[in-house]
């Protein structure tokens, strides 16, 4: 199975910054990154942690990656640069991104871990 995870870190830190710290933390962590896309600030729906607005990050992450998900999510949450963040199971019959009218950004379909 491959993972993707999507990350929102606080607005205040750099962008560069921010994207070589999450990096930083995934290859640590022994995982193999695919694929790595920073979206940019963006207005959150909610306040999250005081926050309005966040930085997005996405990552495709490889087959090797499933052991270790638990523990890194446990750590991605008491992060404090890091307002929130979502692993997404991706089958591997299932494309990257949809071009199909009506289906979201991650495809269609994917299932939490």
Not at 20 to 39: H, M, N, P
Not at 93 to 108: E, I, R
């Amino acid at each position: 199975m491959r993972y993707e995870l999507v990350v929102i870190v606080d607005p205040k830190v750099e962008e560069k910054e921010a994207q070589r710290y999450l990096t930083d933390i995934l290859v640590k962590e022994g995982f193999l990154i695919e694929e790595s896309q920073a979206w940019g600030k963006r207005q959150l729906a909610y306040p999250v942690k005081k926050q309005t607005e966040g930085q997005y990050f996405s990552y495709f992450l490889g087959e090797n990656s499933g052991d270790k998900l638990k523990a890194f999510s446990n750590r991605l949450t008491l992060d404090n640069k890091i307002l929130r963040h979502l692993i997404l199971k991706i089958k591997k019959s299932q494309p990257k991104t949809s071009s199909k009218k009506g289906d979201s950004a991650f495809g269609p379909g994917p299932s939490l871990v």
